[in-house]
């Protein structure tokens, strides 16, 4: 018999082909339930019991709800239900708020919650918000807490910009560490030569940022880099969908909340412009412009009349004129 060599290696080639396709269907189907099991869920997916829920409500009431409100509504701290909640969190798989809790709350008794406590209090939250519950514990494994979201919202921004802190995390990480460089210009010269250390100190003196920075920069390049942070986070405060401590949100479209933010722009510039100067004097007579943008901001959104100092209640009126 005559063989063809080509026909032979034609029909190797097929059989070949149809054997990878076999093989490709078989571990598709072999793996189609890992896949299943791995797929995102959300909080409608009645993920927690009215058991866990109730557990969650009574630990609210003791730790949670002077902060945050009887019913969850805000107080002093951001609500934890409505559409204010469902903008920062609904996009977001339960484990974040889930490590929100656990690590941070209560604010003045933070880390102390167990995760079974975390994952009732995160139960209750649900329940409050009108998510179904089921017939399964909201668990408290990380893994399993990633894999639902918990309302599958889309985000209003992109990531790039949409806000990543509120109101006074921004102003307390940008804003008042770099007004208090060039405030300290007033009693310290960037230009005098740095004091001797301390016995036992691990500081070489002077006018330092942090001890880990000291020395990076020379302190007149400390006080002009603080001064464009100011004029380029300014307009941070102007950013769509950012919201104050208290969950309410930023006003940006109130023309009095503009107008405090270009004012505080441009004590940034006239601060640069004097410490282009190096002269302590100059940034000295600076600080009175920065100090005003800060007060008439202060007083009107911040330092509410007729609390005293410290008052809970004053936080939870802030962000309001």
């Given at each position: 018999m005559t063989y063809n060599r080509k026909s032979i290696m034609t029909s190797v080639t097929s059989v070949s082909r149809a054997l990878r396709l076999f093989l490709g269907a078989?571990?598709?189907?072999?793996?189609?339930?890992?896949?299943?099991?791995q797929q995102f869920r959300t909080a409608n997916d009645h993920v927690y019991t009215d058991a866990q829920a109730a557990r969650g409500r009574a630990l609210y009431q003791q730790k949670c709800a002077a902060c945050h409100g009887e019913m969850l509504?805000?107080?002093?701290?951001?609500?934890?239900?409505?559409?204010?909640?469902?903008?920062?969190?609904?996009?977001?798989?339960?484990?974040?708020?889930?490590?929100?809790?656990?690590?941070?709350?209560?604010?003045?008794?933070?880390?102390?919650?167990?995760?079974?406590?975390?994952?009732?209090?995160?139960?209750?939250?649900?329940?409050?918000?009108?998510?179904p519950s089921g017939r399964n514990e909201l668990g408290t494994d990380d893994t399993g807490l990633k894999a639902i979201v918990l309302a599958g919202a889309k985000p209003a921004?992109?990531?790039?910009?949409?806000?990543?802190g509120n109101l006074n995390q921004v102003m307390r990480g940008i804003l008042f560490p770099n007004s208090n460089i060039i405030f300290n210009v007033q009693t310290n010269d960037p230009g005098a030569p740095p004091k001797p250390a301390a016995a036992g100190s691990n500081s070489n003196?002077?006018?330092?940022?942090?001890?880990?920075?000291?020395?990076?920069?020379?302190?007149?390049?400390?006080?002009?880099?603080?001064?464009?942070?100011?004029?380029?986070?300014?307009?941070?405060?102007l950013t769509p969908g950012r919201r104050c401590e208290n969950g309410k949100p930023v006003p940006v479209d109130r023309p009095d909340w503009i107008k405090f933010t270009e004012d505080m722009a441009e004590a940034g510039r006239v601060a640069y412009r004097a410490s282009q100067t190096r002269s302590q004097e100059a940034v000295s007579d600076a600080?009175?412009?920065?100090?005003?943008?800060?007060f008439q901001c202060h007083r009107v959104y911040r330092d509410k009349r007729g609390f005293r100092?410290?008052?809970?209640?004053?936080?939870?009126?802030r962000c309001t004129p």
């Open positions: 078989i571990l598709i189907q072999a793996l189609a339930p890992v896949s299943n099991a509504e805000g107080k002093n701290a951001p609500p934890l239900v409505g559409g204010a909640f469902l903008a920062v969190w609904g996009a977001q798989a339960l484990s974040e708020l889930a490590g929100k809790i656990r690590n941070t709350m209560p604010a003045d008794n933070p880390g102390k919650l167990t995760a079974s406590e975390t994952a009732d209090l995160v139960a209750f939250v649900l329940q409050a918000g009108k998510f921004q992109s990531q790039a910009t949409a806000p990543a003196g002077g006018f330092s940022w942090t001890t880990w920075g000291n020395g990076i920069y020379s302190p007149w390049q400390m006080v002009d880099y603080a001064a464009i942070a100011i004029t380029e986070s300014a307009p941070l405060l600080t009175n412009q920065l100090s005003d943008a800060c100092q410290g008052d809970p209640a004053a936080a939870a009126a």
